[in-house]
């Protein structure tokens, strides 16, 4: 392909000039960013490489230790804090655990010997209440920014970004009462981990406030994915519950299969209430009514309170907790109470 060619074609997906784009190419100045970055954008678009003037320094490695991506909200996470730390400048490393794989300690010691600036930690051992803390108050002592996000521990003197997972609870069991139902019944995970242990606590104060009801025996524990939805639901159903809150999306698609098994419809004859409004949640069958974690404003917030210790700011331990929000679709319907 020709220069003349190829300047066209890049003018063309910027809405700009043949001149304009030459004289980005060459950093020439008398060109506003907006239109730099324009004219950038379409060079990624188009598959042309950068010019190595123009390529930007990276001003660091910013490691990011996620779960295993079968959850479609930890890429999700994992995609809203890398653009973030790529708008400031910062060059993300992803490391992913997987059953079997490496551990999160071993992802820790790499990132450290690759001279990192800082870690952030998604869903990590910091949930977990069984777990020794020692690995990270060993990174804060020796001076590493580190952020958690999704759990928390009084030991470790770092921030922490949560979704509200009691209030999580809380919109999902308003809104099963709302529409008639009385026997609902919480799908979680391990109750080793705080976000279980903050989701079963919303749970039980909205069903005492709501409805009257010690709601302790419908609350029932399996894995995070959708065969341990399935398991969980199986018991709440057994429990003669018509209302089913879980912990996560994947947990209620197993929790739908579930009802499906035993020949009850969804909505029509069991609800089913989700967590996490993962990617692609709106077109299931029926589509699921969930409760959104806010996972751009945690992104958002993680990086930036990360970049403030990074670039100097004094480490503070506190948690900053964003509001969930509840969102209707298909997945849930009238109860007994309504239907009679």
């Known amino acids: 392909m020709n220069g003349h060619t190829r300047l066209s074609d890049i003018a063309a997906q910027a809405g700009v000039s043949e001149a304009t784009v030459s004289r980005v190419l060459n950093g020439k100045p008398g060109v506003s960013s907006s239109t730099r970055q324009a004219v950038m954008t379409a060079l990624d678009l188009m598959g042309y490489e950068r010019p190595q003037r123009l390529r930007q320094r990276s001003n660091g490695l910013i490691g990011l230790v996620t779960p295993e991506l079968d959850n479609p909200i ?23 655990q997987l059953p079997g ?23 990590g051992l910091h949930a977990d209440t069984t777990a020794r803390m020692d690995r990270y108050t060993r990174l804060t002592d020796r001076g590493l920014p580190i952020v958690l996000v999704d ?4 030991d470790i003197d770092a921030p922490f970004i949560s979704p509200d997972d009691r209030l999580a609870s809380r919109l999902a069991v308003q ?16 109750r080793r981990f705080v976000p279980v242990i903050r989701k079963i606590e919303g749970f039980q104060q909205a069903m005492t406030q709501l409805l009257g009801t010690n709601a302790g025996d419908l609350v029932a524990h399996s894995l995070f994915s959708v065969e341990g939805g399935q398991a ?5 159903l057994a429990s003669g519950c018509t ?13 739908i ?6 020949g009850l419809a969804v909505p029509g004859d069991v609800s089913v209430v989700g967590f996490d409004d993962s990617p692609l949640i709106a077109f ?14 945690m992104a958002s917030a993680a990086v930036a309170t990360l970049l403030e210790e990074v670039n100097g700011a004094p480490a503070r331990h506190v948690e900053l907790i964003f509001q969930p929000e509840l969102v209707v679709r298909g997945s849930t319907g009238s109860g007994p109470l309504v239907n009679r």
């Open 151 to 154: 759990g928390y521990n009084a």
């Open 74 to 96: 930890f890429p999700a996470f994992a995609q809203a804090i890398e653009k973030a730390l790529t708008h400031n400048g910062y060059t993300p490393v992803l490391c992913t």
């Open 284 to 297: 299931t069958d029926p589509p699921l009514t969930t409760v959104r974690k806010p996972i751009g404003a």
């Open 175 to 190: 809104h099963l009462v709302d529409l008639g139902h009385e026997r609902i019944g919480l799908a979680t995970g391990p």
């Open 257 to 262: 299969r579930a009802c499906r098994e035993r």
């Open 232 to 236: 969980a639901a199986a018991q709440l």
């Open 101 to 123: 794989g490496a551990p999160e300690d071993e992802f820790t010691e790499l990132l450290v010997d690759r001279g990192v600036s800082g870690i952030v930690f998604v869903s």
């Open 243 to 255: 209302g089913i809150v879980c912990a996560s999306d994947l947990m209620a698609l197993g929790a």
